[in-house]
């Protein structure tokens, strides 16, 4: 069974910085994609960043580019996605997905790209 396991979310004053790994288990992941969607209230779950196996170049919605880096350790099959000067509109719960097999070779950008979904971390950002 694969779990997906998210960790580092917590509360942060406007412009500070905050870390958010995410560890998928529970089968052999070999060309997999990871990817970070965020989701407040009331609203769509929307896309943040996103990796291949590979470690290619990843892909960030507008509005984290830029203050956002999204890094992968495939030995532990674990994404970190550092994110700096962080603002109010930050604040949401903050979702890990994977998909074991990613055809396409580029990040993945939707949410019914992936498969297998964590169950959240919250983060919070005050001004």
């Known amino acids: 069974q694969v779990q997906v396991l998210e960790s580092g979310g917590g509360w942060v004053q406007a412009g500070g910085s905050l870390r958010l790994s995410c560890a998928a288990s529970?089968?052999?992941?070999?060309?997999?994609?990871m990817g970070w969607f965020r989701q407040v209230p009331g609203k769509e779950r929307d896309f943040v960043a996103a990796?291949?196996?590979?470690?290619?170049?990843?892909a960030y919605a507008d509005s984290v580019k830029g203050r956002s880096t999204l890094s992968i350790n495939n030995a532990k099959n674990t994404v970190y996605l550092q994110m700096n000067s962080l603002k109010p509109e930050d604040t949401a719960v903050y979702y890990c997905?994977?998909?074991?097999?990613?055809?396409?070779?580029?990040?993945?950008?939707?949410?019914?790209?992936?498969?297998?979904w964590g169950q959240g971390t919250q983060v919070t950002v005050s001004s």
């Open positions: 529970g089968r052999t992941f070999s060309k997999y994609a």
């Open positions: 997905a994977v998909v074991p097999w990613n055809a396409r070779g580029t990040p993945l950008t939707h949410v019914s790209d992936y498969e297998y």
């Open positions: 990796i291949n196996w590979s470690g290619g170049s990843p």
